[in-house]
């Protein structure tokens, strides 16, 4: 028996989306466009999937390699429109053709419409023109097609005269799903060619070439879908997010990437007498809220001691009292605002770093024990000689800091005594006066007026400038924490800070696409979004780089980019117009990208996301060399960059599987045997690792399988994502139908060339090099390992 596995594979490219985020490493905070086509509907298709049977030969002995012609003819009309064509199949008399036919919603077709079949045997397909003879056609009506039982027919192929029976054929119909009353979808199949693979139309890769305005976007990014839609099982759906390696081309890899700069420059900056201070996230965004502080307050203080002052001039005792309230209200919150350690600790550093200070080390910020504040001390007693305006770290004094901070608070305190006098004295006054001559009150405006003003200018004073005091300091030693991080940005490192941000660019557009793809297939999952907030996701990419010659560097990029993916938080918000576009904020060592999701949507979720849990990200990078280079690079070159960074995020991933297995219960998983299953691979994947053998390809395999049964999203990247990784994908959906959907092993072989050849992956490719052919020449495929080589006429010179 024959199983009908009937795949669409999909693709889809966000333009927009990378466009945008160019801005956003210049800005902190920004938005970036997202086609609302991001939500892969299923369409309504129209597929036809042919299989023919018992095709007779012209000449016996004869190998037929078949084809189908499909042709339409509608009601009203009398002429046959060619319409689409099948791949050919080679040497059987019993072809299943797996390259479906299908008709979009668009497509003007009526149960009246009839559609001819057309076989072909194919003599000779070397030459660009494929030499072919008819075989056999057949007719029918599409209502019998939609009217039959299990919408099926087999139907008889007859020679030109309808004389002779050349064998059956036998057409499926495939419904997937539908679209809602006015819908259009975004997912068009290809115009000039109705097959299967269905390719969004893409405008972003024209004109591109590896371009310095274009380098914090994203190379060739893709979504790779495979839908399985086989009567017998469930449907499914299998995604990989095909993207070139982020990495700064433009810059180029003269000098290598990202992991041995940023060592040389580690390295290089430890024999350095100045070292920069590690702050914390929170404590660089606490010094910026203590900043913004400070500027809000300051000015209001101000106002609201001359609004007091002026009160006094008045003479005023109602007014007094509410400006006194409002001073005091602000003073306190304004002492409250430094309470903070990183003040203290910011300001201890500070005066430790300044030139000629005795301390060679970096000040640490407040936590250093006191034991460890007095060996760094006495560590060199005498060592330089300082300019006498530079006070020397034994005499700072660190208590200065509270007495100048805490002057404020008493200073406020005098100004609220001299108030509570005056306004005593007058009270006491006004009686007495009143008592006997309530006219004499008028007098005593005048007389005491100035005296309130007088008694108060001082304290006043006093209060604006001890607050300036503390302004002074806190304003410097908070300048002092963010400066720790732009000192990083001196022109020593500004380059290398500048391609670790192309590259964390790159990184991050393909992240947010998979992130928002993966949350809209399992909106309806419990356990996966269960799984999103307990644990976090599962990120797992799938390297094709060689570690020779330039390819060495783009993966040293690659490998920074991704793991600086650790950095970012995701958050799920309702969108409150029909603006869906992902918020991003944040700075290098902390993003949180909100994401938008419509009021229905967003009520499925569990009651910790609704609230804004920031949901972690777990990035793993697995690479395996597969080209000639990675021959060259095994002989003579070196692979420890690739067994590296092999091994780490093999760490990575287990400390996963472990929070995993800690956080969710035992049942989570689809099947009870899975737990055990995942042990399995990571164990295996620990062997392969280990193993240290040539272009091992199973390490890909073990880590996309455990990627998969872990709920993660799936990336696979080679330099352009167009070669390489094109083989890379097909294999992986051809190994998951025969392991997932019963693909025959017999129909293996056929079914990767079909995908290579006909599915979307060479639509992906003429779209980048206008061209249907893969960049591989015969020599570089002989170092390739067999199942990632494409079928012959797939591939060739071609410009890229
Ligand atoms: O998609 P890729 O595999 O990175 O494309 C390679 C291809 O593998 C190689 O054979 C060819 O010589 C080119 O270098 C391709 O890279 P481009 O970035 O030039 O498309």
New binding site residues.
């Given amino acids: 028996m024959r199983t009908h596995i009937h795949i669409l594979e999909l693709m889809s490219l966000w333009h927009g989306a990378l466009q945008k985020l160019q801005v956003f490493l210049v800005e902190t905070k920004s938005q970036f466009t997202f086609s609302q086509s991001f939500l892969l509907r299923i369409l309504f298709l129209f597929v036809l999937s042919p299989a023919c049977k018992d095709l007779v030969a012209a000449t016996r002995d004869r190998k037929l390699n078949t084809f189908i012609q499909v042709s339409v003819l509608h009601p009203a009309e009398h002429i046959l429109t060619r319409y689409s064509s099948t791949e050919i199949v080679e040497g059987t008399k019993d072809p299943l053709f797996l390259t479906g036919v299908t008709f979009p919603p668009e497509y003007p077709i009526y149960e009246e419409t009839k559609i001819k079949l057309t076989v072909y045997d194919v003599k000779d397909k070397s030459q660009d023109t494929v030499s072919r003879s008819f075989l056999g056609c057949t007719t029918f009506r599409v209502a019998d097609l939609v009217k039959s039982k299990e919408q099926q027919l087999t139907l008889t192929l007859k020679t030109s005269d309808g004389g002779k029976t050349v064998g059956t054929i036998e057409v499926n119909l495939v419904k997937m799903g539908e679209l809602e009353d006015g819908e259009t979808d975004p997912i068009t199949t290809d115009a000039q060619d109705q097959k299967c693979a269905l390719v969004r139309e893409c405008t972003a890769t024209e004109g591109i070439s590896g371009e310095k305005t274009l380098e914090f976007i994203p190379i060739n990014l893709h979504l790779q879908r495979m839908h399985v839609h086989s009567p017998q099982l469930k449907d499914s759906l299998y995604d990989v997010i095909t993207v070139g390696a982020p990495a700064a081309h433009f810059q180029g890899f003269k000098n290598g990437g990202l992991r041995k700069l940023l060592s040389k420059f580690e390295a290089e900056r430890r024999n350095t007498g100045y070292q920069c201070i590690y702050y914390s996230p929170e404590n660089t965004a606490k010094a910026k809220e203590v900043l913004s502080n400070i500027n809000h307050l300051q000015p209001l203080i101000s106002s609201h001691a001359d609004l007091l002052l002026n009160s006094a001039s008045q003479h005023s005792p109602d007014s007094l009292k509410n400006s006194l309230k409002m001073l005091s209200e602000k003073t306190e919150l304004f002492v409250h605002a430094f309470k903070d350690q990183l003040v203290r600790s910011a300001l201890l550093a500070l005066y430790t770093a300044r030139p000629g200070s005795v301390l060679k080390k970096p000040a640490v910020p407040r936590n250093t024990t006191e034991e460890e504040g007095d060996l760094q001390h006495q560590g060199h007693p005498s060592q330089i000689k300082r300019q006498d305006s530079i006070p020397h770290h034994s005499e700072y004094d660190e208590e200065e800091w509270d007495r100048v901070w805490a002057n404020v608070g008493k200073s406020l305190n005098c100004v609220i005594a001299m108030v509570d006098r005056l306004l005593e004295k007058d009270n006491v006054s006004s009686t007495k006066e009143g008592e006997n001559d309530p006219s004499a009150a008028d007098c005593k405006v005048f007389h005491t007026g100035g005296d309130w003003y007088e008694q108060l200018y001082p304290l006043v004073i006093t209060l604006k400038d001890c607050m300036g005091e503390v302004v002074t300091r806190a304003k410097q030693s908070m300048a002092f924490v963010l400066l720790q991080e732009l000192a990083c940005g001196l022109p020593q490192c500004l380059m290398l800070t500048l391609r670790r941000d192309i590259v964390f660019s790159q990184a991050l557009a393909g992240l947010v696409c998979g992130f928002i793809i993966k949350l809209h297939t399992g909106l309806h999952d419990q356990g996966f979004l269960q799984q999103l907030h307990t644990v976090g996701l599962l990120v797992q990419y799938e390297g094709l780089l060689s570690t020779y010659s330039e390819e060495a560097g783009m993966l040293e990029d690659m490998a920074v980019g991704i793991s600086d993916l650790q950095k970012v938080m995701f958050k799920i918000i309702e969108a409150k117009s029909e603006d869906f576009l992902p918020i991003i904020t944040g700075r290098r060592e902390h993003y949180v990208i909100e994401v938008q999701l419509p009021a229905k949507m967003f009520e499925l979720l569990p009651q910790e996301i609704k609230e804004g849990k920031l949901l972690r990200m777990y990035p793993v990078l697995f690479n395996v060399g597969i ?1 000639e280079q990675q021959t060259l690079a095994e002989r003579f070159g070196d692979t420890t960059l690739q067994e590296n960074i092999n091994q780490e995020n093999l760490e990575l991933l287990k400390e996963y599987y472990k929070l995993f297995t800690e956080k969710m219960p035992p049942d989570c998983l689809p099947h009870f045997q899975e737990q055990n299953d995942l042990k399995g691979l990571l164990e295996n994947l620990h062997q392969n690792i280990q193993a240290k053998k040539r272009k091992n390809v199973e390490i890909m395999w073990l880590a996309a399988t455990i990627c998969r049964k872990l709920n993660g999203v799936r990336f696979t990247c ?8 094109s083989m890379s994908v097909t294999l992986e959906q051809c190994s998951i139908l025969r392991d997932e959907h019963q693909l025959h092993k017999d129909f293996f072989i056929r079914a990767l060339d079909c995908m290579r050849r006909e599915g979307c992956r060479i639509e992906n490719v003429l779209k980048n090099v206008k061209c249907r052919k893969y ?2 020449n015969m020599i ?1 495929l002989m170092a390739f390992p067999k199942y990632y080589r494409p079928p012959e006429g797939t591939y060739g010179k071609a410009d ?1």
């Fill in positions: 080209n080679c330099k352009s994502a167009k070669d390489r990784t960049a591989f570089q890229t």
